[in-house]
């Protein structure tokens, strides 16, 4: 069975610090991996995506992730938070039949 | 360029009422399509996926079903409302590669 854990539930950070969101996947085969952006009371945002192509991924607004193996994690980083990147975070690894398979998700709050 | 569509939404019913809520995609041609539900304070969890007209699959037992009467319409329906029902509801579409593309949503209260 496949799962993901997000590792922190609240994340806080001051505006122009470094921000990580981590990500611990469970996969018995090599999976595909996404973060997704949700601000509030909207839909969800494809942020970048990792299917076994390179390990660092870069995706929108200046955010990566790196996919390590022998750590099982893929953990989402950006050098400089923005006020408007507050929002939940999910990390997500795919199924069967594409079916997608939620991290209860990380709340990003950005401080001035 | 493909577009996704859902309404209505925002929506409040009271317990026992029926319940259609309908997702459409432009742009592409037999989509997989798929249900989500967010619970306030918690990720999503996948409700249907549909790889076909008139092929649904359940993913966990619940009040709720699921029908594509057409290639590019998903529709997910409740004949009576439970206040567990209460939730964000989104629709998804899968292109060919290996990413899902999300609604804008329809947020659920049953009262």
């Known amino acids: 069975a496949q799962s993901v854990t997000q590792l922190d539930s609240h994340v806080s950070v001051s505006e122009g610090t470094p921000v990580l969101l981590r990500c611990n996947y469970s996969?018995?085969?090599?999976?595909?991996l996404f973060w997704y952006v949700q601000h509030p009371n909207k839909g969800l945002q494809l942020l970048l995506k990792?299917?076994?192509?390179?390990?660092l991924v870069k995706g929108i607004n200046g955010f990566e992730a790196e996919f390590k193996k022998s750590e099982t994690s893929f953990h989402l980083t950006k050098p400089s938070a923005h006020m408007s990147d507050a929002a939940e975070y999910f990390c997500?690894?795919?199924?069967?039949?594409?079916?997608?398979?939620f991290g209860a998700g990380t709340r990003l709050a950005v401080h001035p | 360029s493909q577009t996704i569509h859902q309404w209505p939404a925002t929506l409040v019913q009271p317990v026992g009422s029926p319940l259609s809520l309908e997702c459409t995609v432009e742009?592409?041609?037999?989509?997989?399509l798929y249900w989500y539900r967010q619970a306030a304070g918690r990720g999503l969890q996948l409700l249907f996926y549909?790889?076909?007209?008139?092929?649904i699959s359940s993913e966990v037992p619940q009040n709720l079903s699921a029908s594509r009467p057409q290639d590019r319409q998903f529709i997910l329906s409740s004949k009576k409302l439970l206040l567990s029902d209460s939730g964000f509801y989104l629709c998804?579409?899968?292109?060919?590669?290996?990413?899902?593309?999300f609604g804008p949503g329809t947020r659920l209260t049953v009262l």
């Open positions: 998804a579409w899968r292109p060919l590669e290996h990413t899902q593309y």
């Open positions: 996969s018995s085969y090599s999976p595909s």
């Open positions: 990792y299917t076994s192509a390179a390990t």
């Open positions: 997500v690894i795919s199924g069967g039949y594409n079916k997608l398979i």
């Open positions: 742009g592409t041609s037999n989509p997989n």
């Open positions: 549909s790889v076909g007209i008139g092929q």
